[in-house]
């Protein structure tokens, strides 16, 4: 979050949440398509998104926790009729 709060104000700016989904979308865009299928988009968030680190004998868990986030995202998002996902679809 505090990445991606430009002008550090505590909130998140329908302008940064444009420019958050923009850079998302670029890290996930690894075939420069213009179109994200679930996987490319669960590997762009895994890659925005640092793995927790153990503290006090606790382990994360070994399935990234940006995994399970992405994936529930991926289904709530917009798509077309093919199931992919645009740049305009992050917006929204």
């Keep these: ?4 709060d430009s002008n550090k104000d505590g909130k998140f700016s329908a302008e940064e949440w444009k ?3 923009k850079k998302l979308f670029e890290v ?3 075939e420069k398509s213009g179109k ?3 996987a490319n988009f669960v590997k762009g968030l ?3 998104l640092p793995q927790p680190q153990g ?7 070994t399935k990234p926790l940006a995994t399970s ?3 529930a995202l991926y289904a709530k998002l917009p798509k ?3 199931g992919m996902m645009t740049p305009k679809d992050l917006e929204r």
């Design 1 to 4: 979050f505090e990445a991606n």
């Design 19 to 21: 420019t958050s989904t």
């Design 28 to 30: 996930a865009d690894l």
């Design 36 to 38: 994200l299928d679930e």
């Design 46 to 48: 895994e890659k925005a």
């Design 55 to 61: 503290f006090g004998g606790f382990r994360p868990s």
């Design 69 to 71: 986030l992405a994936k």
């Design 80 to 82: 077309d009729a093919n």
